[in-house]
């Protein structure tokens, strides 16, 4: 299993800043995945950050607006930039490890972004 | 048409009822399947994979179909706190690649 330590757990934002969440894992992961999940909505995957390269991004996400760091093994940064209201939604880091025979994805706690 | 398409919901249950839950999915190469569950305002845990012999853990059963692309969830003698949100999820690319459906909200009223 991990264990995934995701900060800031929520935030009021002004337009225009910008807000880098962060996620600790407890254990060292090849891959982490961060997601977003607008209400009532499901998870949409953003990007998948590998230690050492560039992250890789979804269709529809960029990476001046959603910059990565994977500085480390264990350790990611999603930072959401010139936030807008439409930013606005629940960000999500993820990781994936083997458990019993599949693959099972863990979440952080996730971080509720407000931008006013 | 979206990857993975679930009930849309909500399912408004009396405690002790039984209610099923159905999911399909469009990629034929999709290889595991799972339920999570997304209780409000938490992120999503898993609740149990699915196989094609169909599998059960105490109330809750998941069954597979791959011909037909449809997996199911169905709980028995429901409890208030099976309320949630049931995320169908498939995987592809060797575990790499997860792919949520959109939810199946749950309550499940006294």
């Known amino acids: 299993s991990a264990v995934i330590s995701q900060k800031p757990s929520r935030d009021i934002c002004q337009r225009g800043t910008s807000l880098t969440i962060q996620c600790q894992v407890d254990s060292q992961v090849t891959m982490m995945f961060w997601y977003r999940q607008q209400p009532g909505q499901s998870l949409t995957l953003i990007a998948t950050a590998n230690q050492g390269s560039e992250a890789t991004y979804e269709s529809g996400f960029v990476i001046d607006k959603f910059p990565i760091s994977r500085p480390n093994l264990t350790f990611s940064t999603l930072t959401v930039s010139n936030m807008s209201p439409e930013d606005s939604s629940i960000y999500l880091c993820?990781?994936?490890?083997?458990?019993?025979?599949?693959?099972?994805?863990?979440f952080g706690q996730g971080t509720r972004l407000t931008v006013v | 048409r979206k990857e993975v398409e679930q009930d849309p919901g909500p399912f408004n249950v009396p405690e002790g009822a039984t209610v099923a839950f159905n999911c399909t999915y469009s990629?034929?190469?999709?290889?595991?399947f799972f339920w999570y569950r997304q209780d409000c305002r938490k992120e999503p845990k898993l609740l149990m994979s699915v196989y094609s012999s169909g599998n059960e853990d105490g109330r809750f059963t998941a069954q597979l179909n791959r011909a037909s692309q449809y997996i199911s969830l169905l709980i028995r003698d429901s409890k208030l706190s099976d309320s949630a949100t049931y995320l169908c999820?498939?995987?592809?690319?060797?575990?790499?690649?997860?792919?949520f459906g959109p939810g199946t909200r749950l309550s499940v009223l006294p």
């Open positions: 990629n034929s190469a999709s290889q595991s």
């Open positions: 993820s990781v994936e490890a083997p458990v019993k025979g599949y693959t099972e994805a863990f």
């Open positions: 999820v498939v995987t592809y690319n060797y575990g790499q690649n997860f792919v």
